[in-house]
């Protein structure tokens, strides 16, 4: 047999390898998120446990009965602010979370630098120190 021409073997279905991911990948959403303007991990975070959508239909529920009781029951708008309410709990809870993750991370990466470059540790701390915090 000729091994070259394997490569031109006619491939039939199942034939092959079946791993497929289906899984729809946004992460590139989140990833493009600029410094300062927000973490993309905590922005995916938030996002899959509220998404955009679930967020602003609350608002809306909540908003709406205040310029016109003929769209939205009373009872209907205390029961979308109780859900804004959680969810508001529950997204600080996970900023926070990550907030502690990005600190120890960067206490562990200065404390690496530190231990194997000493003076890259000190011109570090140097030009941290003239950062200023953007608006």
Do not use: C
Not at 7 to 13: F, G, K, Q, V
């Amino acid at each position: 047999m000729f091994p070259w021409f394997i490569h031109w073997a006619p491939h039939y279905p199942f034939s092959g390898t079946l791993r497929q991911s289906v899984e729809p990948h946004t992460r590139w959403f989140f990833d493009s998120i600029r410094m300062g303007a927000g973490d993309g991990r905590t922005e995916q975070q938030i996002f899959d446990a509220y998404s955009y959508g679930t967020q602003l239909g609350w608002l809306i529920e909540v908003l709406l009965p205040l310029v016109s009781t003929d769209v939205v029951s009373p009872k209907d708008a205390d029961h979308a602010r109780e859900r804004l309410v959680a969810a508001y709990k529950q997204i600080e809870a996970i900023k926070k979370l990550n907030k502690e993750i990005n600190e120890e991370a960067l206490l562990n990466g200065l404390q690496s630098l530190l231990n194997h470059d000493p003076d890259a540790f000190r011109a570090l701390i140097v030009k941290a120190l003239q950062l200023n915090p953007k608006p």
